[in-house]
């Protein structure tokens, strides 16, 4: 529909509404017209005000009962479809509580830290921090310097990790200071394993691809090299040819020695 009239899209967008409101949702296996008016129109004149009379209309008051039915019914189905979501995807899910002072790595995602996430290679988490308080459940309050990152100091609980070093000492408040090989000291151990089989492999990628392109030239070498010696080959035979040639003809031309005869020449008379 929208495709044939780009240039007036507007004027699609009630007729699209009016579809929209007639399909059936999964959830409430009703269409939206009929959970709010209780019936589903055919044409948008159904949906006109009728007008208001002082006299009460059974009928009307029927039909205001079945709406409201309506309501409770779809109500009990959102809320079932609701748990039933939530029980599929908190199937896999592990519960992670912390408590005041514990120590957790932060993890850095694209959206929100997008000035870190730029490289592949970069460290996707710092830390650890203490968790200074529990909003809820789901989230928690991290001493992170916010001059530092210029973030809420609020994270999720499935960006946090429990920290489980020993040596507080040797890990810093961030990863990004200088400080020799102190990096490692301040990422867990699966940030660096991942970072250290990311490096292998692009390590094998590029060798793969300098031997690939090593073999290709040393092919390409001798196949040179088997046509500058076949040239060669072809050359000093022509040469040698010409040198035979020219002594032959040296030697008709000249003639047979004294004391020798043409048919013993060159072996001396008696």
Request: glycine share 8%; net charge positive; with cysteine.
């Amino acid at each position: 529909m929208i495709k044939k009239n780009l240039k007036e899209w507007e004027e699609c967008l009630p007729h699209v509404e009016f579809a929209y409101n007639r399909a059936v949702h999964s959830t409430t296996e009703l269409c939206p017209f009929e959970v709010v008016y209780g019936f589903k129109p055919i044409t948008p004149l159904d949906l006109l005000s009728l007008p208001i009379h002082e006299r009460v209309n059974m009928e009307a008051s029927k039909r205001a009962d079945f709406v409201k039915k309506i309501h409770v019914k779809t109500k009990e189905l959102i809320e079932k479809k609701g748990k039933s979501n939530a029980a599929r995807k908190n199937k896999k899910r592990k519960e992670m509580l912390f408590k005041p002072g514990d120590m957790v790595w932060v993890h850095f995602r694209k959206d929100r830290f997008p000035k870190l996430r730029k490289s592949k290679l970069k460290p996707r988490g710092a830390g650890p921090y203490k968790v200074l308080a529990k909003i809820n459940d789901n989230a928690y309050s991290i001493d992170l310097p916010e001059d530092e990152f210029g973030v809420s100091n609020s994270f999720n609980v499935a960006d946090l990790t429990p920290y489980d070093g020993e040596d507080l000492g040797a890990s810093r408040s961030t990863p990004f200071e200088g400080g020799g090989d102190m990096m490692r000291t301040s990422l867990p151990h699966y940030y660096l394993r991942h970072c250290q089989l990311k490096m292998n492999l692009l390590y094998e990628e590029e060798t793969s691809i300098v031997r690939g392109g090593e073999e290709q030239l040393d092919v390409k070498m001798d196949v040179e090299l088997d046509k500058e010696l076949d040239m060669k080959i072809s050359h000093g035979r022509a040469r040698e040819e010409r040198e035979a040639c020219a002594r032959g003809e040296d030697e008709v031309q000249a003639g047979p020695a004294p004391g020798q005869t043409g048919r013993h020449a060159g072996v001396p008379g008696p």
